[in-house]
Structures are given as structure tokens and as C-alpha cells.
């Protein structure tokens, strides 16, 4: 079992991006890191810092529960300029498997993103 990430738009042939959860758990957790927050002191991961007193862009998908709900069109784009400029900073590296993986993970999410910006749909956690 794990999750899947995908546009709102009803159409099969959309891209989307999953992982297993603790695959995703982490993704977010390296996420976190690159935005210079650490996933274990935030309110919901076990620590008592509330998202409101961090300021970055991906809060909405690193705060978000990992098995319901979903994020807005206007969420998705205020994030979409962030995650394509971690994709600028950190080029895949074939002698590290684990950045290649995480790269990849965030190029998958900026194109389900795009989608959802693009015809203006939610992005689905199911």
C-alpha cells in the first residue's frame, strides 16, 4: 500500500507520482531539510514548532496529512516555482542514488503540479 499524488482533472492519462509511505515520509523529510526545517520538531512529526512560524512555500505538502485531502490550484502554484528551483540547485548525480531519487521525485510532482495549475484542479492525496 502507498500513495499516489495526482490532479483532480478526472483523467486517467494524467500524470501523477506515489510513493510507498515511508518513501514519502522520506521525500518530505529531505524537503524539510533543503528548506532548512527539520520534519521532527514541526507540530504533527512529533515536535511542538507550529507551521505558521516557518516560511516556505512547500509548507501545504510538508504539514499535509499523507492519506486524505488534497491542496488547492493557488497552494500548488505558489509551490511549483520553489520545487523547480530545488530542481535547479540539485542535478541528479549518478554517484548518489539516494539525490538521484529524490530529483526525480520532485521533477514527477513539478509535472502533476502543472497539470493541476493548468486546468486549474486540486492535487489529490489518495
Same mark, same amino acid.
Request: charged fraction near 25%.
Given at each position: ?10 483523467? !486517467? ?20 531539510? !533543503? ?70 521525485? !520532485? ?13 486549474? !484542479? ?5
Amino acid at each position: 500500500m502507498g500513495l499516489m499524488l495526482f490532479p483532480g482533472d478526472n483523467d !486517467v492519462a494524467s500524470p501523477d507520482v506515489s510513493w510507498s509511505y515511508t518513501g514519502f515520509n522520506m521525500f518530505r523529510k529531505w524537503l524539510a531539510q !533543503v528548506e532548512g526545517l527539520s520534519l521532527a520538531e514541526m507540530d504533527g512529526f512529533g515536535g511542538d514548532r507550529q507551521w505558521s512560524s516557518v516560511s516556505t512555500t512547500l509548507a501545504p505538502l510538508l504539514s499535509h496529512p499523507d492519506d486524505e485531502g488534497d491542496l488547492t490550484p493557488a497552494q500548488c502554484a505558489a509551490m511549483l516555482p520553489r520545487l523547480e528551483e530545488i530542481l535547479d540547485q540539485h542535478e541528479p548525480d549518478d554517484s548518489d542514488p539516494v539525490l538521484r531519487r529524490r530529483t526525480e521525485d !520532485v521533477s514527477e510532482l513539478v509535472a502533476v503540479l502543472r497539470i493541476c495549475v493548468d486546468k486549474d !484542479v486540486e492535487l489529490i492525496f489518495g
